[in-house]
């Protein structure tokens, strides 16, 4: 079955980076785009980013455009995140989900706070 390990998450002070990890299992990787979402405390999840199956074509939120990265390696069945200058309000639990899929696996919880 469909499946999503996220990981990466961490306590980080205002400014710093992580890098968020999904590695999925359960489906063709290569032929689906992947996306991350987001989902605050008291929030509806959100779109963050998407790739596409090739990795050419990306997608983001206003909210992180120009401070996060999404990237894939197919060969891994891996989708990451870069997560660049963060800020208090990107503290969430990330998860990512391929087009069209109704599984959610874990999430990954980050926490942006000095």
């Known amino acids: 079955q469909v499946q999503y390990l996220e990981s990466g998450g961490a306590l980080v002070q205002p400014g710093g980076s992580l890098r968020l990890s999904c590695a999925a299992s359960?489906?063709?990787?290569?032929?689906?785009?992947m996306k991350w979402y987001r989902q605050a405390p008291g929030a509806e999840r959100e779109f963050v980013a998407r790739i596409d199956p090739t990795g050419r074509r990306k997608n983001y939120a206003d909210s992180v455009q120009g401070r996060f990265i999404i990237s894939r390696d197919n060969a891994a069945r891996m989708v990451f995140l870069q997560m660049n200058n963060l800020k208090p309000e990107d503290t969430a639990v990330y998860y990512c989900?391929?087009?069209?899929?109704?599984?959610w696996g874990q999430g990954t919880q980050v926490t942006v706070d000095s």
């Open positions: 359960g489906f063709i990787f290569g032929a689906f785009a």
């Open positions: 989900q391929a087009d069209k899929s109704t599984t």
